[in-house]
C-alpha cells in the first residue's frame, strides 16, 4: 500500500462483514471467536453472514443453520439484527452525503462516493481531507472503517477490501491509544500497477472464473492484464473482457446516486406483555392499516415489510419480507408475515411492535375475466359463436382437447376440434 497526496476522483468506503462488525462493535467478549448470524440453529434458516473463523471451519452465506453448527458446533449464533444493521448503515451514508453530492450505496456498510474537487473547496490537502472522513466516519460508528481513494472505482474499491481495518475499532464510545491508519490512496495513472499485484480473486467475475484462471496458472491481476485482450476474450467472453479491462487499470463506471427511498414506519407498545402471537398479529394488522394510510404512500403500491417486535430483555426480533408481488392491501400483506409471527419462539415477553414499508413502486397489472361467468354468459357466447361461423361458413372458433397423451410425438398428443356446446 502507498499513500499519495494527490486528488483523487473517487472513494469506497467498506465495513467488511457488516453484521459481524456490528455484533463485535456491542460485545467485544465476540471477537476472535466464530460467529454465524442468522438466528438459532433450530430455526429453519440460513446463514446470512459468518466470520472469518466460522468461514474456515465451511460455513458460508446461504448455509442452513443447522449445518453451519455441524461444521463448527463451538460458533456463537446470534440473530439477523436487519433493524439495528439498516439504521447504522443509514448513519454512515447520511454522513457521506453531507461530505460529498453524489454518494452511492452498494450494500449496508458499503458505499461509492464521489471526492473530486471537495478537498480544495475545504482548502485542504487532499490526503488529509480523506484522513479527517475516515476518523470521523471510525468514531461515529465504531466500527473497522476502511477506506480508499483513486481515479477509478474499481482501484478505490478493491483498494479498500484489501487495506488493514484501523486499529482503533474498539467497542462503540471507546478509543485506542493507537493512531487510526491513513485512507489508501491510489496516485492518479497508477491504478494498473496496484491493480497488478493483487490476487484474481479481486476481479469481479464467478467463481467458476476464478478456478479457472488458477488452473491456467494466473494468479495475479497484471498476468491477466499481460494476456492479449483477444485470447482473453475468446476464452472466456464478455466476463473475460471486462476483467482484462480492470486488470489493465481500465474502468468507466461513474458514482450513480441512489434516489431517496420512500420508507414508512409505524410502531405500538402492546397493551400488555405477551408471548402469545395473537395480540402480535392484531398490533401488527392495525400498524399496517395505519401504515398505509399515511400520505406518502396511499394508494401506492409496497414492496418489502420489515418487521420487529421488541421484547422485556431488552432484545429486538426482526423480520424482512419481499412481497412477489407490489401490494397496498393491508390483509394481504399480514398474510405473508403472519405464518412467521405465529413460529416465533421468544426468549421473553413481547412489549412493542413495528412495521416499516418500503420498496414505492407501481403495481402489477392483472388480466381480469373478459365478462362474469355465469349460464347466462354462456348462452351468449354459444350464440356468437354460431353466428360466426353461419356467417363465414365454416367453424372459425376452435378448443385445444387431448388426442394421444400418451404418444412420444408431439403433435399426437393434442388436437383442435369446433367449439361449441
Request: charged fraction near 20%; glycine fraction near 8%; charge should be neutral.
Amino acid at each position: 500500500m502507498f499513500y499519495i497526496a494527490e486528488p483523487m476522483d473517487v472513494a469506497c468506503l467498506v465495513v467488511p462483514n457488516f453484521h459481524v462488525a456490528l455484533a463485535r462493535r456491542d460485545d467485544p467478549s465476540l471477537r476472535g471467536r466464530p460467529l454465524v448470524v442468522g438466528g438459532s440453529p433450530d430455526e429453519h434458516a440460513r446463514v446470512a453472514a459468518c466470520s472469518r473463523e466460522a468461514a474456515e471451519a465451511g460455513v458460508a452465506m446461504g448455509t442452513t443453520l443447522r449445518r453451519a453448527l455441524a461444521l463448527c458446533p463451538k460458533a456463537v449464533f446470534l440473530p439477523l439484527r436487519e433493524g439495528l444493521a439498516a439504521a447504522e448503515a443509514a448513519r454512515l451514508v447520511e454522513y457521506l452525503q453531507g461530505s460529498s453530492p453524489a454518494v452511492e450505496v452498494i450494500a449496508p456498510g458499503h458505499a461509492h462516493f464521489d471526492v473530486r474537487g471537495l478537498a480544495q473547496l475545504a482548502g485542504m490537502d487532499g490526503a488529509d481531507w480523506l484522513a479527517d472522513l475516515h476518523r470521523a466516519a471510525c468514531e461515529l460508528s465504531g466500527l473497522p472503517v476502511q477506506l480508499a481513494a483513486a481515479e477509478t472505482l474499481f482501484a478505490a474499491h478493491a483498494a479498500a477490501l484489501l487495506s488493514e481495518p484501523p486499529a482503533g475499532s474498539s467497542a462503540k464510545g471507546q478509543r485506542s491509544a493507537e493512531p487510526l491508519p491513513r485512507p489508501v490512496l491510489i496516485a492518479r495513472g497508477q491504478a494498473k500497477t496496484f491493480i497488478a499485484h493483487l490476487p484474481v480473486e479481486v476481479l469481479p467475475v464467478p467463481e467458476a472464473m476464478h478456478q479457472r484462471l488458477r488452473l491456467f496458472g494466473l494468479e495475479r491481476a497484471g498476468q491477466l492484464a499481460a494476456l492479449p485482450f483477444s485470447a482473453v476474450q475468446a476464452e472466456f467472453g464478455s466476463v473475460g473482457a471486462r476483467a482484462w479491462q480492470l486488470a489493465n487499470g481500465r474502468d468507466d463506471t461513474r458514482v450513480v446516486p441512489g434516489r431517496d427511498e420512500v420508507r414508512v414506519t409505524e410502531e405500538a407498545e402492546l397493551p400488555a406483555p405477551t408471548a402469545l402471537s395473537e395480540p402480535i398479529v392484531a398490533g401488527t394488522r392495525s400498524l399496517l392499516q395505519r401504515a398505509l394510510q399515511r400520505p406518502e404512500v396511499r394508494g401506492q403500491s409496497l414492496r418489502r415489510l420489515d418487521w420487529r417486535l421488541g421484547l422485556e430483555s431488552g432484545e429486538q426480533v426482526t423480520r424482512r419480507t419481499v412481497f412477489r408481488e407490489p401490494t397496498n392491501d393491508a390483509a394481504r400483506m399480514l398474510f405473508a408475515v403472519r405464518g412467521r409471527i405465529e413460529r416465533l419462539q421468544l426468549p421473553s415477553a413481547a412489549v412493542s411492535v413495528g412495521v416499516t414499508l418500503s420498496g414505492l413502486c407501481s403495481e402489477y397489472g392483472h388480466q381480469a375475466n373478459l365478462w362474469p361467468v355465469g349460464p347466462r354468459r354462456w348462452h351468449e357466447l354459444l350464440e356468437s359463436v354460431e353466428q360466426l361461423n353461419a356467417r363465414v361458413g365454416a367453424p372459425q372458433v376452435f378448443r385445444v382437447v387431448e388426442v394421444q397423451p400418451w404418444s412420444r410425438i408431439p403433435e399426437r398428443q393434442l388436437g383442435l376440434v369446433a367449439f361449441g356446446p
